[in-house]
């Protein structure tokens, strides 16, 4: 797999596509600013003791009454908007990165097991997704989330909330790499490397992790990059709905749904900026995720 | 084709059971269905009465069984939050999220399939390159974000339309419609818009590839060559086949479209099933919940059939008889 990274072909297409290069930095220095968001941060919007409640509500820099530390204004508590997107956009990520990488883990073993078992553990897993995908995905999160809730009732705490809501989109997403690696386990299986695995008597996981996922992996790669953009939208839904991470630790969603009630009083800074940046950072993944699917599968073009 | 029709409707009946058992599962362990089903005020006679009537002695299946049973006459006990059948308050929001949903698909085909057609037609034109490009944004772009942005727009900085709520409605028997009144109609357009950009660009893009398939084949080189009519060629050769994915597409989206309306309206407070069931998620009012997620099913299991079945009408090769397994 390392290789394939460094494949001269892979290297040469990002080259020749100034698009996704361009697109690439935004997302890097998305991603940066995300991690290193406390030093980043010109503010820190979670800090009550250096928020100014008179600054409250304050345009951004540019308009009318804006004020020059408050590039792009400052919503209804005084936080600056700014630092919150970029504390917003470390949580975005943050569940949409945990609740792909849970949802793949998820799915490729689930895959696995269905493709090389086979007979009634294959058919009980892919019934189960069958029956899955006649959903849309946000009605499935939207579910997980409110039988947590129902299930906790007073115990629900912010810090729990976390955790359901990556479980929640986790769950609403794992059949796409269920189906995928059964599909390439089937044809895997049936390969000499593996038959000769087997004669020589190695056990079944060994098999599958160390012989059959390595070569069925590849467009696994290509569905993650996809489902974390997904996966980063579903979290905005869910907590835009106002279900989804407590307003104490607020993602882009949470942000945008705060901003949403300020709207009809003039203040469309608090909501725009948030949605602007969600659609860039969104956008900036979709473009590498289907440059990457075109690259690695010439025969998709 | 009878086998095919039976199978499909044996794998409806599938899903319908899962889900019914997962709206069951989610009312009888994670609920407590006693006080489901009775209102606050209730004495322990009432309770002893309701846990026989519900059957909570008897064992699983049994208790399945009257569930379902239950299901079909539509009782699902009353809202832990608002005390009124469940039943009712679903009835009452249905209309409006289902002329929400229809007038949302509508706009997706409406302008879907013409931009489509052209985007095909004039592969090279600036207008084609930038509905593309738009369209690409606009998958990108979540539900919600759009409908922010057109209040914004249309209702804040403009001050054209209303942002949120149904309008004035009329009665009819115990649908009511906005359809027959102005605020009615004003209220509509747009969530309505902000629900059928979704499917828009869906078909829009869908009966672009497809047309570009299609006069590329032998028989529509061949029409051309009988000197037939441009018009005649696009519209009658190409565009009629062009249509079964369309049909199968849209089909499978109007499920989503319901789904997504959650969302919608959300945005708007549109008075429909799915603000509903977003009021329920926050405050775990599980009857709403189990109640909601049988009815979608029934929906998407319905829709799927549909579009199913409609194939076969479509498609005559489906109607070939063909050995088990085969397909």
């Known amino acids: 797999?390392?290789?394939?990274?460094?494949?001269?072909?892979?290297?040469?297409?990002?080259?020749?596509?100034?698009?996704?290069?361009?697109?690439?930095?935004?997302?890097?220095?998305?991603?940066?600013?995300?991690?290193?968001?406390?030093?980043?941060?010109?503010?820190?919007?979670?800090?009550?003791?250096?928020?100014?409640?008179?600054?409250?509500?304050?345009?951004?820099?540019?308009?009318?009454?804006?004020?020059?530390?408050?590039?792009?204004?400052?919503d209804d508590q005084g936080r600056d908007v700014l630092s919150t997107i970029i504390f917003g956009s470390r949580m975005s990520l943050l569940v949409g990165?945990?609740?792909?990488?849970?949802?793949?883990?998820?799915?490729?073993?689930?895959?696995?097991?269905?493709?090389?078992?086979?007979?009634?553990?294959?058919?009980?897993?892919?019934?189960?997704?069958?029956?899955?995908?006649?959903?849309?995905?946000?009605?499935?999160?939207?579910?997980?989330?409110?039988?947590?809730?129902?299930?906790?009732?007073?115990?629900?705490?912010?810090?729990?909330?976390?955790?359901?809501?990556?479980?929640?989109?986790?769950?609403?997403?794992?059949?796409?790499?269920?189906?995928?690696?059964?599909?390439?386990?089937?044809?895997?299986?049936?390969?000499?490397y593996v038959?000769?695995?087997?004669?020589?008597?190695?056990?079944?996981?060994?098999?599958?992790?160390?012989?059959?996922?390595?070569?069925?992996?590849?467009?696994?790669?290509?569905?993650?990059?996809?489902?974390?953009?997904?996966?980063?939208?579903?979290?905005?839904?869910?907590?835009?709905?106002?279900?989804?991470?407590?307003?104490?630790?607020?993602?882009?969603?949470?942000?945008?749904?705060?901003?949403?009630?300020?709207?009809?009083?003039?203040?469309?800074?608090?909501?725009v900026f948030p949605g602007a940046a969600l659609v860039i950072l969104v956008l900036a993944i979709n473009v590498l995720g289907d440059w990457l699917r075109d690259a690695l599968n010439p025969r998709l073009r | 084709m009878t086998a095919f029709v039976l199978r499909r409707l044996l794998q409806a009946l599938l899903v319908m059971f899962v889900v019914g058992f997962i709206a069951f599962a989610l009312f009888n362990f994670v609920g407590d269905p006693v006080s489901l089903m009775l209102p606050p005020e209730a004495t322990e006679a009432d309770r002893a009465a309701m846990r026989a009537m519900l059957g909570l002695d008897q064992p699983f299946y049994a208790q399945f069984a009257t569930f379902l049973a239950n299901a079909m006459h539509g009782n699902f006990g009353i809202s832990l939050r608002l005390g009124r059948p469940v039943a009712d308050l679903i009835l009452e929001r249905l209309p409006a999220t289902l002329e929400l949903s229809f007038i949302a698909t509508l706009i997706g085909l409406a302008a879907g399939i013409p931009l489509g057609v052209y985007t095909a037609l004039k592969p090279n034109s600036w207008l084609s390159r930038f509905l593309l490009a738009a369209s690409l944004v606009g998958v990108s772009l979540p539900n919600f974000l759009i409908g922010i942005f057109l209040i914004l727009i249309f209702a804040v900085w403009l001050g054209w339309l209303p942002s949120f709520g149904r309008g004035d409605v009329v009665h009819l028997g115990w649908w009511t419609t906005g359809f027959l009144t102005v605020s009615g109609l004003k209220a509509l357009i747009l969530p309505s818009i902000t629900l059928g950009f979704f499917p828009l660009t869906i078909v829009m893009r869908l009966v672009r590839a497809e047309m570009?398939?299609?006069?590329?084949?032998?028989?529509?080189?061949?029409?051309?060559?009988?000197?037939?009519?441009?018009?005649?060629?696009?519209?009658?050769?190409?565009?009629?086949?062009?249509?079964?994915?369309?049909?199968?597409?849209?089909?499978?989206q109007l499920g989503g479209i319901i789904a997504f309306a959650i969302i919608t309206e959300t945005v708007f407070q549109w008075p429909g099933m799915g603000l509903l069931f977003v009021q329920a998620i926050q405050f775990a009012d599980i009857p709403i919940m189990a109640a909601y997620l049988c009815l979608v099913g029934l929906i998407f299991v319905v829709i799927n059939l549909a579009v199913d079945l409609l194939y076969v009408v479509v498609d005559p090769r489906l109607r070939v008889e063909r050995p088990a397994g085969a397909h």
Do not use: C
């Open chain 1, 195 to 271: 038959q000769a695995a087997r004669v020589i008597g190695r056990h079944p996981l060994a098999i599958m992790f160390t012989h059959v996922l390595p070569n069925a992996l590849n467009p696994v790669l290509v569905l993650v990059t996809l489902h974390v953009s997904e996966a980063i939208i579903t979290e905005a839904i869910l907590s835009f709905l106002g279900v989804g991470v407590p307003p104490t630790q607020p993602s882009l969603g949470t942000l945008i749904r705060i901003g949403n009630d300020f709207l009809f009083s003039g203040e469309w800074w608090i909501t």
């Open chain 1, 1 to 74: 797999m390392a290789a394939r990274w460094m494949d001269r072909d892979l290297v040469w297409s990002f080259r020749h596509r100034p698009d996704v290069v361009v697109w690439s930095v935004v997302l890097l220095v998305i991603v940066f600013a995300a991690i290193f968001a406390p030093w980043v941060a010109p503010h820190n919007p979670f800090d009550l003791a250096t928020l100014n409640i008179g600054d409250a509500l304050t345009p951004p820099a540019w308009a009318p009454g804006g004020n020059r530390t408050y590039l792009l204004g400052t």
């Open chain 1, 97 to 192: 990165v945990l609740a792909t990488l849970l949802a793949m883990v998820a799915g490729v073993t689930l895959g696995l097991v269905s493709g090389y078992a086979g007979g009634k553990v294959d058919a009980l897993i892919m019934r189960i997704a069958d029956v899955q995908l006649a959903f849309p995905a946000i009605l499935i999160a939207l579910l997980v989330d409110g039988v947590a809730r129902a299930v906790f009732k007073t115990r629900f705490t912010d810090q729990l909330a976390f955790y359901v809501i990556v479980i929640a989109i986790a769950s609403s997403g794992w059949v796409r790499y269920a189906r995928t690696v059964r599909g390439s386990t089937l044809v895997e299986r049936s390969r000499e």
């Open chain 2, 212 to 252: 570009l398939e299609v006069l590329r084949t032998d028989y529509v080189k061949f029409a051309r060559a009988r000197g037939l009519t441009e018009r005649a060629i696009n519209f009658h050769h190409a565009l009629k086949n062009t249509l079964v994915p369309v049909i199968t597409i849209v089909g499978l």
